[in-house]
């Protein structure tokens, strides 16, 4: 396969990935979702934006849970896969192709939230603010915002410059080998993503993420309006440390 025109994440997000990385276990859609409606304070009938949706692991699961949720998602054939997903359950869900650096919800939104490393794309500082503030002008005034991102310290503690992981798709077995790069000049996160699909066919994709510590991921939550910031190391509500998975913040639009 080769890869498409545009920024890297048009080509790395395609239907290989999403068959070996998208499609989340029961338990880990439980318990994100657990996470979400206590940070979010989340009730059936609260309208939710889900930015960077994917293939709706979270937005789906959300409107069957009695949300109205709005879902954002660059990658077309993704927000395919979401509709006949929410469709199959009998579900209302807006799911929406844009771009998240330009585009907010079309409806005022009690809460909103980008997981599973959503952000971070764009080299420049400014152009990634520009998808947070996104973000702040979908909610009502009040409204919560919760972001899932890497946990730079953990990362750089316990750096792995290779992962081979293999997962079983409706096509066969798939292997994923990622090497990565610490490009600490310039603070960004590459790898270069190679996937074997069943038929021996070799994909290779490559991504860059800006390693953001906590503080400076908060830093530009606050430029763009946001207050009342809240730390989670993952979603079973840990403190955030050095050790933690994953750094969750949680923002308010000032009321």
């Known amino acids: 396969m080769s890869a498409g025109e545009g920024p890297w994440w048009v080509a790395l997000y395609d239907d290989v990935l999403a068959d ?5 276990s029961p338990d ?4 994100t979702l ?3 409606t206590q940070a979010l304070g989340l009730c059936p009938g609260h309208t939710v934006f889900d930015q960077c949706a994917g293939i709706g692991s979270l937005s789906v699961p959300l409107a069957k849970a009695g949300m109205r949720v709005v879902s954002i998602e660059q990658a077309p054939h993704y927000v395919d896969r979401a509709r006949a997903w929410a469709a199959r359950e ?11 650096f330009e585009l907010a919800s079309p409806i005022a939104c009690q809460a909103a939230f980008n997981w599973w490393t959503g952000f971070g794309y764009a080299d420049s500082d400014r152009q ?3 998808m947070l503030a996104r973000a702040f002008d979908s909610l009502v005034p009040g409204g919560a915002f919760v972001i899932d991102w890497l946990n730079v310290p953990q990362i750089l503690r316990g750096f792995s410059p290779r992962v081979v992981t293999q997962r079983n798709t409706a096509q066969g077995v798939v292997t994923l080998t990622r090497d990565s790069v610490l490009c600490l000049q310039r603070g960004r996160l590459e790898k270069t993503w190679s996937f074997v699909t069943p038929s021996g066919e070799r994909v290779e994709r490559h991504s860059q993420v800006r390693l953001y510590l906590p503080h400076q991921l908060g830093e530009l939550l606050r430029q763009v309006g946001f207050e009342e910031l809240h730390y989670w190391g993952d979603v079973s509500g840990a403190e955030l440390s050095a050790d933690s998975p994953r750094c969750i913040v949680r923002a308010r639009r000032p009321r």
């Open 20 to 24: 070996v990385l998208l499609e989340r």
């Open 28 to 31: 880990a859609v439980r318990d």
């Open 34 to 36: 657990g996470f979400l």
């Open 90 to 100: 009998g579900v209302e869900l807006q799911a929406l192709v844009g771009d998240a």
């Open 128 to 130: 990634n603010a520009r």
